[in-house]
């Protein structure tokens, strides 16, 4: 029966000629061969459990990576994040090999996507699939968002200082809305609060008027179809799972509604619908990302608002929390005089942690960044080291040496953003000829992107590449209980360094020097695939040294199955690398200092600070 089943199947696919794909039992009819570089424990799928992000094997995973990008808020490119697919290619290139990203929030546009009522356009879902697949092809997983800013552009008049995204004209017509304004605002985002139209559309969408939200859900559920039945299996493996929603608002709150009670009886409810719509798409085995009110968490204490999904329970492996972080009291240039510090952060992002762990899930910061052009684009390379610093552990630098136990677990997140034609934009703004965007991100004002084109047309960042590219548990075989990395990036001519190694390890100390470091503490798990840590392109292996219970080596060798530490290429063929850690038992404490700051060390050196390093992870852990 099998082989006469598969001769049927060969012939309804010629049959079917230019019918573009084939469903069978509703599955993903293509399969691809494994990406370049891949190992065996490679491109499995992700679930929740336990409160982490977990892969086939058992093992713990961390997402860093970027936003793709704000380039979908635009018109050029028809709500696309590229022009083309060799675009998307370089760019996904260039995300894993400069940017050390392993992930993406990939952005959507509702209003391209059912630019008619009714009607989705496959002609868009088949050209954002085909840029989708370029991340998946290069071994970066991938979370698609339907993205939303102010509801709609289509709200805004051809004259306006402001535009939006989000849904269609026609969903914007049907509302009659009054003409936008937001009175004196100083950035952007006054308009979420202060617009009228902006409020009165989005209370219209929580409240289904006109039957909105059926036809966001509809539109939803097709595109997820569609995704899922134009990729292979082993393509889908590598989607994580789906945004919902763009920074929830409810607009306006009704007669004796709070925050909570919105989030509570209309904003959870629609993600339960929408959780439906991705099971009935055959995304069941899928995470929903969902963010809660996008105020719950912000550092303005006049502009925070009770939430957090503090009413739906206990979200378990079938959400997970997705929220996002943006320093506003630094981005007014008034609340914040000065420079982020060390531990700027660990605060606002403890929460993070806490409130995951209530809910029985996980957390993504899903977007954060700062501005880095502009009056306060000064603080932003301290602003975004603390950032990733909170992001690696809740314990700031200074206090990480004496408290490693503190640091909870890392957290996933994709920073604001990745946009390759930044600064070379031809955007119509809100459809006005006369208004033409070049500069920056081409979208309020903002110019947050990592990267650019240069004038070859290679992908060139913007930012300090010790910065961007980190080392990161990628994947942990077993619990991470601790870890730090120290960058070393730079604000001006200035290097950073906010965890120094302390005097009582006088051999760690002298081994990482001047240079980078990571340290990551974990308890072993199964065993089945090995630990990995992604290496930045600052630590050629020639100029790396590993110091590990599991084995000390300077310049690591080859990866092996049977060799306890070892050097590999990342999965996708992008040059980007890893470093692996092979434990085989269960339930023992490990840890593994990687740094570039040493020169061909001494033995001695490498056994001294090995010495160290154990008895500090006994005194400090423990067993």
Request: glycine share 10%; charged share 15%; hydrophobic share 40%.
């Amino acid at each position: 029966m099998p082989n006469i089943r598969a001769r049927l199947l060969a012939v309804l696919v010629v049959l079917c000629g230019l019918c573009g794909f084939l469903t069978v039992a509703g599955t993903p009819a293509a399969t691809a061969a494994p990406l370049p570089d891949s190992l065996p424990f490679d491109g499995t799928a992700l679930t929740v459990s336990g409160g982490r992000f977990v892969d086939g094997t058992g093992r713990e995973v961390v997402l860093r990576g970027y936003n793709v990008s704000g380039e979908t808020k635009l018109a050029e490119n028809g709500g696309l994040p590229f022009a083309s697919v060799a675009d998307a290619k370089k760019s996904a290139t260039a995300l894993r090999a400069l940017g050390g990203g392993n992930s993406v929030r990939f952005l959507l546009s509702w209003a391209y996507a059912e630019p008619v009522r009714g009607q989705v356009d496959t002609a868009y879902l088949a050209a954002a699939t085909d840029q989708l697949r370029a991340f998946l092809d290069a071994g970066v997983r991938v979370y698609p968002d339907f993205h939303q800013d102010l509801h709609s552009r289509h709200l805004f008049d051809p004259d306006s200082w402001y535009t939006g995204d989000g849904a269609p004209r026609w969903a914007v017509e049907l509302g009659d809305y009054p003409d936008e304004s937001c009175g004196i605002c100083l950035f952007w985002g006054q308009n979420i609060t202060q617009n009228g139209a902006v409020k009165a559309a989005q209370h219209d969408f929580w409240h289904n008027a006109h039957g909105l939200q059926d036809a966001f859900l509809a539109t939803a559920q097709q595109t997820m179809t569609y995704v899922r039945q134009h990729l292979s299996a082993e393509e889908f493996a590598g989607v994580i799972g789906f945004d919902p929603y763009n920074e929830p608002y409810a607009g306006t709150y009704d007669s004796g509604q709070s925050s909570r009670t919105w989030e509570r009886d209309l904003l959870w409810p629609f993600y339960v619908r929408f959780r439906a719509r991705m099971d009935a798409a055959g995304w069941q085995d899928k995470p929903a990302l969902v963010e809660p009110n996008m105020f719950w968490n912000a550092n303005i204490a006049s502009q925070k608002q009770e939430g957090g999904l503090l009413d739906a329970g206990t979200l378990g492996p079938r959400y997970v929390l997705n929220t996002h972080f943006y320093d506003q009291k630094a981005i007014s240039a008034i609340l914040m005089w000065g420079k982020a510090a060390d531990g700027q952060y660990v605060t606002d992002f403890a929460a993070v942690r806490e409130r995951a762990a209530a809910a029985g899930t996980t957390a993504v910061v899903s977007e954060f960044g700062h501005p880095l052009a502009g009056t306060v684009s000064d603080k932003a390379p301290t602003v975004l080291k603390a950032m990733y610093q909170a992001l690696d552990s809740r314990v700031k630098g200074a206090a990480w040496w004496t408290n490693p136990a503190g640091s909870g677990p890392v957290l996933s997140g994709s920073q604001w953003q990745w946009d390759v034609y930044h600064g070379r934009h031809h955007e119509l703004m809100n459809g006005n000829p006369d208004k033409v965007l070049t500069t920056g991100d081409a979208w309020n004002d903002e110019d947050l992107s990592a990267v650019r084109l240069d004038d070859g047309g290679k992908v060139t960042l913007r930012q300090d590449a010790r910065l961007l590219d980190r080392i990161y548990p990628s994947a942990t075989s077993g619990t991470t209980l601790a870890f730090s990395y120290e960058d070393r990036s730079r604000d001006g001519s200035t290097t950073l360094t906010w965890n120094p190694v302390p005097s009582s390890l006088p051999g760690v100390a002298q081994l990482v020097g001047s240079g980078q470091y990571g340290l990551l503490v974990w308890r072993s798990g199964s065993g089945s695939a090995p630990t990995e840590l992604h290496l930045p392109a600052s630590f050629p292996t020639a100029s790396t040294t590993v110091v590990s219970d599991l084995g000390t080596v300077h310049a690591p060798s080859a990866y092996t199955a049977t060799g306890p530490v070892g050097v590999a290429a990342e999965p996708g063929g992008t040059g980007s690398r890893r470093l692996l850690l092979t434990d085989t038992d269960s339930g023992t404490v490990h840890y593994a200092l990687v740094t570039n700051g040493a020169t061909a060390p001494a033995p001695a050196l490498l056994a001294a600070a090995r010495g160290e390093l154990a008895a500090w992870a006994a005194q400090r852990i423990g067993g």
